[in-house]
């Protein structure tokens, strides 16, 4: 579904982003993507939403190179991503209902199709009875809800979650991580972006991508299947 093929961002103070990044990631999966701060961790999620351009290497989102995406295609390249930010970004004058029901009305969605689309969001972060409230009436783990589930509006086929818990006490966290896991075994792909270390000890059993100074570091997939090759081969002497 994503393939990064030795791909590398370099910006203009001759900096990378990222230097020669390799992964494949598969319709359906959670994937963890960590590092310090400065990582690489953003710069791979604004190459897979084409906002940067890599220097080097190919990107490959649903069988189709990122690279021949024409401008005017861009927005429905984009429409298949939902990305969850760490500061929510949620609209101060508006309420809930209209956070959520925004990207539904960019796209020219029906009065109709918007209400029930909410309607089953809401259910699904558990804010129907917060319709009405502003950001600014919402704890951090209440507004991180209506971040996910603006991003979930025009149904994405992946979700990107980066640092969503920054700001969060670990039991909005751990709430959190319940949500998107969820999400996930509904069948949207989830990449989550985080160095928190309560993220990380919760889901140590998801395969983790970890980056460093833009460099991958280590892939927990090729692990297991390192190992799986090792006893499969043991088992035949």
Do not use: C
């Amino acid at each position: 579904m994503i393939v990064f093929d030795k791909v590398s961002k370099k910006f203009f103070n001759d900096t990378f982003g990222v230097r020669e990044v390799s992964f494949a990631i598969d319709e359906g999966e959670l994937v963890l993507i960590t590092g310090p701060t400065g990582s690489g961790k953003t710069t791979i999620m604004r190459l897979i939403t084409k906002e940067y351009l890599p220097t080097e290497g190919q990107i490959i989102f649903n069988d189709i190179d990122l690279e021949k995406i024409k401008p005017s295609l861009l927005p429905k390249h984009r429409r298949k991503i939902g990305v969850i930010f760490q500061d929510y970004r949620l609209l101060p004058e508006s309420n809930v209902w209209e956070n959520v029901a925004l990207p539904l009305f960019i796209v020219g969605k029906s009065q109709q199709k918007i209400e029930e689309r909410v309607t089953d969001l809401l259910r699904l972060v558990h804010l129907e009875n917060k319709a009405d409230l502003f950001p600014r009436e919402l704890s951090g783990g209440e507004a991180q809800r209506v971040g996910i589930a603006r991003a979930l509006a025009t149904a994405p086929a992946v979700i990107f979650a980066d640092e969503p818990t920054g700001n969060l006490d670990k039991d909005a966290t751990r709430s959190i991580i319940r949500l998107l896991k969820k999400i996930n075994e509904l069948g949207t792909t989830v990449l989550l972006a985080t160095h928190d270390v309560v993220v990380l000890n919760d889901l140590k059993d998801v395969r983790t991508i970890e980056l460093n100074n833009g460099e991958l570091v280590s892939d927990s997939l090729a692990k297991k299947n390192l190992k799986e090759r090792k006893r499969k081969k043991e088992a035949k002497t």
